[in-house]
Nanobody
Framework: QVRLVESGGGLVQSGGSLRLFCAASERTFGRYGVGWFRQAPGKERDFVAS???????RNYAESVKDRSTISRDNANTVYLQMSSLKLEDTAVYYC?????????????????WGQGTQVTISS
């Protein structure tokens, strides 16, 4: 069972940028499709971005697609780079993994989840 740990969150000014990290416990993390989701207080968990196991397919939510990049290295880390941050980006960000080779925006398709990292955007 793969364990995921997110990091890189924090307090960032509006208009700034940050890079989130999702580190996996398994060396075979390259077999997993990975997604980033976020949940703001009082709201549902929303899809942000996903990347296939090969890294060849990437999908983004409309709200972030022009200012975000999801990527992965050859080891066990997936990254989410976000820029031009807005107040509405404030949320807990979660990474999730699936053994499906295909990416999806459905949270139910992901079997493994991290504990989340808080991202707070200030004005």
């Amino acid at each position: 069972q793969v364990r995921l740990v997110e990091s890189g969150g924090g307090l960032v000014q509006s208009g700034g940028s940050l890079r989130l990290f999702c580190a996996a416990s398994e060396r075979t993390f390259g077999r997993y499709g990975v997604g980033w989701f976020r949940q703001a207080p009082g709201k549902e968990r929303d899809f942000v971005a996903s990347i296939s196991s090969s890294g060849g397919t990437r999908n983004y939510a409309e709200s972030v697609k022009d200012r975000s990049t999801i990527s992965r290295d050859n080891a066990n880390t997936v990254y989410l780079q976000m820029s031009s941050l807005k107040l509405e980006d404030t949320a807990v960000y979660y990474c999730a993994a699936t053994l499906s080779p295909y990416t999806t925006d459905r949270a139910s398709a992901y079997a493994y989840w991290g504990q989340g990292t808080q991202v707070t955007i200030s004005s």
